[in-house]
C-alpha cells in the first residue's frame, strides 16, 4: 500500500523522515520511549502518557491488532507514536481491529520507517526533550516555529485533564471494605486488582477535596498514576496532607507516590529520560528480594531528601540506577512505590502490593 510521508523534528533540530501512520496531521508532545515487547494498546491508552510522543523499541508494533478489553481508559492518551516497523495486518483472530483503524479512530498522528535505534540513543544521551510529527507540513522552518509553541513537561499540571469529571462506583457494593480512589489518570487494571480482593471503589475527579471524599467513609485511600508535573499539583498534595493528618491507609501507585512524598516535604525531579518498560529491576529493601517492574514514570522522589527525612524510609530502589522506587511512613498507615504493580502489561511479580494494601485495610 502508499503510504503519505511525515517527518519526526526534536527540539534540539535533529530530524528523521519517515511513513505517515494513524491520522494524518501534526502533533507535539514531550519525546518518550518505551522498551517493553508487547501491550502497545495498553501503553497508548494509559493516561500517563498523555502530552508524550511514544518511541516503541519493539521492531514490529501492530502485529495482533486491538481488542477492546485491552484499553487502559476510554480512549488514547498519547500525543503521538514512532515505531520502526508497522503491521497493517493483524493475527489474532478475535482483535476487533488493526493497529493503523485503532489510531485513526482515536485520531493518533504517527511516524513509522525510522531508525528507532538511533532515536532512542539520541534521547539516552541528550534527555528527554519536545518532538513534533506532521504528515501534513515538511518544512522544517515552520515545523520548529510550530514546536517552539509546546509547552514543557516541567511545570505542567495535566493530571486534571485526563481525570474523570464526576465521581462513579466501582465493584460490590457489599464488599468488605471501601476505598476511595483519586483519579489522577487512573489504569482500569488498578482498578480490577482493588476489587477484587473484596473492596467497593469510589473513583473521584482529581481536585475532589478530603471532605467530599470523607462522605463515602473509606477505609483507605488509593492515589492513582498520572501525567504530568507531581509539583505543579498543589491540590492532591493538600488532600493527601489531610488524610495523613487523620491517619487513614493509603496506598500511592507512580505520580501517586510523588504526591506522597511533597505531602511529606519531599522534593521530586525530573529525570533525563525516564523509566517506561517491563523488564525493570527493583529491590525490596524489606524483603530483599527482587521483583522485575513495569514502569512509566518521567520524575523521581529527591534520594537526598529522603536520607534526611526521620519519618520516611525507602522500601524499594530500582536496581539500574538506584533511583527511588518505593517509600514508607513510619508514623502513619501509609507507603507507594513508584512503577506499575498492577502491570497490564509486564509481570506480575508486585501484585503483592494490593494484599499489602488490603491488610492495612484490617481493623488492628
Known sequence: ???????????????FQGKAIGTIGTTTGEMCFNTGMTG???????????????VNTVAHVGNYGTIDSDNESSSAKIAGLVTHEFAYNYSRKTARESLQAFLERQQVVG???????????????H????????????????LKKRLSEAPNMNGLELASKVSTQKPYFVGNPQ?????????????????????????????????TSFEEMQQFAPHGYLISNGP????????????????????IPLFGICLGQQILALAVGLSTYKLHYGHRGLNHPVKNLITGRCEITSQNHGFGVSEKDLQAHPEVIATHINLNDNTIEGIRLKNKKAFSVQYHPEASPGPHDSHYLFDEFIQMLVPQ
Open 111 to 125: 511516524i513509522t520507517g525510522i531508525d528507532t535505534r538511533r532515536l532512542v540513543k539520541h534521547l539516552r544521551t
Open 40 to 54: 502497545y494498546q495498553e501503553i497508548y491508552t494509559d493516561p500517563s502518557y498523555f502530552g508524550q510522543i511514544v
Open 1 to 15: 500500500m502508499t503510504q503519505p510521508n511525515a517527518i519526526l523534528l526534536l527540539a534540539d533540530g535533529t530530524y
Open 175 to 207: 464488599a468488605t471494605f471501601r476505598v476511595a480512589v483519586l483519579d489522577l489518570g487512573i489504569k482500569q487494571n488498578i482498578l480490577r486488582h482493588i476489587t477484587q480482593r473484596d473492596c467497593y471503589c469510589q473513583v473521584f475527579p482529581a481536585k
Open 127 to 142: 534527555g528527554a526533550m519536545n518532538g513534533i510529527i506532521s504528515s501534513e507540513i515538511f518544512d522544517i522552518e515552520m
Open 228 to 247: 504530568g508535573d507531581p509539583a505543579s499539583m498543589h491540590y492532591a498534595i493538600a488532600t493527601v496532607k489531610k488524610i495523613l493528618q487523620h491517619d
